[in-house]
């Protein structure tokens, strides 16, 4: 029998602000990335120059990620997604402005730039939340917060399809995004967990720091295999409708929607990540989805018709959807250092966002986009190799539903 204690309030508040957070951060995000074949064509990009334009992003969110923990120490989590909500509203507002009203590429990527620090500020924060609101309810939950980014995501890519199809000039789309995630993002924050001040941790005499996290084989290990798993992610990110349109022929929209199915899939299959934990355990969890990731995007790429292929999509996003959330949850066993793992995680992670966009893109100009995205595969397959590396930390702090897998009856 159990003899745990019911959660306390200030623990389901948090639980809900987090999952408001996430959904938050993911529709953001998607509200760009549903307008990245409308942008190439305001701003006349070849394959090459998108893929550029798209690193900008992701060298915002690559600088800022080692420090996002510090950030998260110093300042606390509160207000640390209070200011990667500002910032994400910012850079949105300025790539409204270059794509619609300049039709210059350089405020974009100013833009883009603002967009990816905002990002990764606010992603470590919310994600060391979510490890801290886990611990308060002893359950391993992160997965679905992931799901709520996902959620987020989905809605965007639908309102997406409904303006693109309304004919909605991007620049007001973007706006609109912006200003609900500043206001969002500041809103839901406040009903975070207390954290734990710099000078408090530090009285504990417990914290590692980031010098010593940086020097942990098993923290660097992870990072690497949720790099693998964001590559498979972002891949279709960035490249998904893109690779509907000009591989099989589809309307941007079509393409849009393909967009839709994926993250429709990885939601779902967030949802279902404490069930697969419960029952299988982490390292199984990581490698039957590292695997299926595989499976998915060689449909995608070599299917003979776009049914086939949004088949395909629907299996990539089931099988892109555990990797990140628990590469966090296991940089987070131990409380008291999850600011300082998660941050070095995210931050070897991330680095698929930088080199991923204009890798592909360079791919997509010689051989084709479609062709291309075989490197995801590659990705996936390296992430199963290495997907025994989130074994639960050795201490035994890993949460209660992630120690033993349940017997199969």
Do not use: K
């Not at 964001?230 to 941007?252: C, I, K, N, P, Q």
């Amino acid at each position: 029998m159990s003899t745990a204690t019911a959660p306390s309030r200030d623990a389901l508040r948090a639980r809900t602000a987090v999952y408001a957070s996430f959904t938050l951060n993911g529709f953001a995000l998607a509200s760009w990335i549903a307008r990245i074949p409308s942008a190439r064509d305001a701003l006349g990009l070849s394959l090459g120059d998108l893929g550029l334009l798209l690193l900008a992003g992701s060298i915002g969110s690559v600088a800022t990620m080692p420090a996002a923990g510090a950030l998260v120490m110093r300042f606390g989590r509160v207000r640390t997604v209070t200011a990667g909500g500002a910032a994400v509203a910012s850079g949105l507002l300025l790539v409204a402005l270059a794509v619609d009203g300049l039709a210059t590429v350089w405020p974009a990527a100013v833009g883009l730039v603002v967009v990816g620090a905002g990002i990764a500020t606010w992603d470590v924060a919310m994600n060391v939340e979510g490890a801290a609101v886990e611990r308060r309810l002893d359950r391993a939950i992160m997965s679905r917060f992931h799901a709520a980014f996902s959620f987020g995501t989905v809605l965007a890519a639908g309102l997406a399809v409904l303006l693109l199809r309304l004919g909605v000039p991007t620049w007001v789309h973007l706006c609109g995004a912006a200003a609900l995630a500043a206001v969002g993002s500041a809103g839901a924050a406040r009903a975070f967990l207390r954290s734990p001040s710099a000078a408090e941790a530090a009285s504990a005499g417990q914290g590692i720091g980031l010098g010593r996290a940086w020097r942990e084989p098993r923290t660097l290990l992870i990072g690497l295999m949720v790099l693998c798993m964001a590559f498979v992610e972002g891949s279709a990110s960035d490249w998904l409708a893109v690779g509907l349109g000009d591989g099989y022929g589809t309307s941007h929209d079509v393409g849009v929607a393909g967009f839709a199915v994926f993250v429709a899939a990885m939601t779902t299959g967030r949802l279902l990540g404490p069930v697969l934990l419960e029952r299988f355990g982490r390292v199984a969890a990581l490698r039957g989805c590292a695997a299926l990731a595989v499976a998915g995007v060689l449909l995608f790429v070599l299917a003979p018709s776009v049914p086939l292929a949004v088949v395909g999509a629907a299996a990539w996003g089931v099988g892109a959807s555990l990797g990140f959330p628990l590469g966090m949850s296991a940089a987070a066993d131990e409380e008291v250092n999850a600011a300082a793992r998660v941050s070095v995680v995210s931050s070897v992670g991330y680095a698929a966002f930088l080199a991923g966009p204009p890798l592909l893109g360079q791919l997509g100009d010689r051989v084709g986009v479609l062709t291309a995205l075989l490197a995801a595969a590659v990705a996936a397959a390296v992430a199963l190799v290495l997907s025994g590396v989130a074994r639960p930390h050795a201490d035994g702090t890993a949460l209660s539903s992630e120690r033993t897998p349940a017997r199969s009856s």
